[in-house]
């Protein structure tokens, strides 16, 4: 009998992390659809622009080594 207890108890402790678990794939995708975002917006920027934006990033780097 311990044992079914045992097993009820984590079967429980699962279902309980349910709202947590989708909580987090929540945040990751909105993690992933900035990403996207901001892939489409680099890509939109003219060859010249992003350069620019490339070398600043660059710069920008090099000062906090």
Known sequence: MSGDR???ARL???IASEQDVIDQLAATVRRLQAIQQAKRQLAALSPADLRRAVA???AALAVGK
């Open 56 to 58: 600043q990033r660059h």
């Open 12 to 14: 429980f402790d699962q």
């Open 6 to 8: 045992d097993d009820v």
